[in-house]
């Protein structure tokens, strides 16, 4: 089944066309890579998904949701870990999961063992009851990653997901998310490390101003790689240089 499926998915900001008509879809259980040099639409396109931006035209569907039509069903299928993580400042770590688990409606004592959980293996316990202001850069990733998963999702949007956070805790995420396809449900995720696409991803996009320039499975794009280092490829699809097809 397909879990996500990006629908001509256009953004115009101004004059500058941010996304242009991108359509893609991601199978459940797998984990989707979107891949792109600074500016090229990655945070545009996944905030068009969990509807926080009104396509300019396009739509998306989640879990057969769609985001314009029944944009808070299709919220409830999602887990998101925006790219500024969106954290709420004057609540503490804790706070921040028990009030956003609350919201989702959560039942309290498996919101209270989630939070547990979470803030264990994420290694955030001694931070619990800190206002999140006062966390560094990757706490606070951490913290937004623990509430993107709290409730368990069937689909989680992950914006540069291991930004920022140390060997170890980017470890554990990348287990964590790894878990989370295998148990059938699905990931979106964006980021600049190839080595962490390479181990993690099942499909990939590759986007460059806006437009979708491959898609495929990672074994695909090793194929068309050949003996390349999979960042020369990447370096080449950016910039449109033609490459024998993969399929
Ligand atoms: N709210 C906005 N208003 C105007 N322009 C915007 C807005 N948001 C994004 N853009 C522009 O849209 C383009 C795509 O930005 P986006 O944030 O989607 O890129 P990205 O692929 O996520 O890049 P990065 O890897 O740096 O995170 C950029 O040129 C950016 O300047
Ligand atoms: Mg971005």
Redesign the pocket.
């Known amino acids: 089944m397909v879990a996500v499926e990006a629908i001509s998915l256009t953004?115009a900001?101004?004059d500058?066309l941010?996304?242009r008509e991108l359509s893609f879809k991601v199978e459940e259980g797998t984990i989707f890579g979107?891949l792109?040099?600074?500016?090229?639409?990655?945070?545009?396109?996944?905030?068009m998904i969990y509807g926080v931006?009104k396509p300019t035209s396009g739509t998306a569907k989640v879990m057969g949701v769609d985001v314009r039509e029944n944009p808070i069903e299709a919220k409830r299928k999602m887990g998101v870990l925006p790219?500024d993580t969106g954290v709420y400042p004057r609540l503490t770590t804790e706070e921040n999961l028990v009030y956003f688990g609350k919201l989702r409606g959560m039942d309290e004592r498996k919101l209270r063992k989630r939070v547990e959980e979470l803030l264990e293996v994420l290694n955030l316990t001694e931070k619990r009851f800190i206002i999140a202001d006062k966390l560094s850069r990757g706490q606070k990733q951490k913290l937004a990653f623990a509430r993107a998963i709290l409730d368990e999702p069937p689909v989680l949007l992950l914006?540069?997901p291991t930004l920022g956070v140390d060997v170890m805790s980017a470890r554990e995420i990348r287990k964590m998310i790894e878990e989370y396809a295998s148990s059938g449900k699905t990931v979106i995720l964006?980021t600049?490390n190839m080595w962490e696409v390479e181990r993690l991803c099942d499909r990939i996009a590759i986007?460059s101003e806006?437009t979708l320039r491959y898609e495929g499975s990672k074994e695909d794009l090793k194929r068309v790689a050949g003996r390349r280092e999979f960042e020369d490829i990447f370096v080449r699809l950016v910039r449109g240089e033609v490459i024998e097809k993969a399929v």
């Open positions: 953004k900001f101004g500058l941010a996304v979107l792109g040099p600074n500016g090229a639409g990655k945070t545009t396109t996944l905030r931006l790219e914006d540069e964006s600049h986007i806006g």
